[in-house]
């Protein structure tokens, strides 16, 4: 089985953020300075580019665009440093609450016309 990955860059301050979708997975891992900073699976992926794929038929293969459309809105949301937090994990906190939220808010600015 071949495995195809889509991958996009983004640069947040003096740093590149990265997110390679996994299709075959359907998972998106957020990368920054080779550490992950978050790792989203399925259904939560797929809501986070839906919200992003302005236009796009992408069903469950976002185009390299989709994803830097995310990635985009991803360091927007969490300013110029996106950097791994390594407790976080053992505190038991999920990541993809925060992008959740993150897509909320972002449906919400959109609604209102504000943008």
């Known amino acids: 089985m071949k495995m195809k990955t889509v991958a996009a860059v983004v640069t947040a301050g003096d ?4 997110a ?14 080779g550490a992950v900073v978050e790792d989203i699976g399925p259904p939560d992926s797929w809501i986070a580019l839906s919200s992003v794929a ?14 830097q459309r995310f990635l985009k809105r991803y360091v927007a949301e969490r300013g110029d440093y996106v950097h791994a937090r390594p407790g976080e994990r053992e ?5 993809r609450m925060r992008v959740l939220g993150a897509v909320r808010r972002w449906l919400t600015f959109r609604k209102c016309g504000t943008h």
Do not use: F, N
Not at 20 to 33: F, L
Not at 91 to 95: A, L, R, S, T
């Open 15 to 18: 740093q590149e953020v990265a």
């Open 20 to 33: 390679d979708y996994d299709v075959s997975a359907g998972r998106i891992r957020i990368t920054s300075d």
């Open 54 to 67: 302005e236009g796009s038929e992408w069903g469950t293969h976002p185009t390299p665009d989709d994803l």
């Open 91 to 95: 505190q038991g906190k999920h990541g």
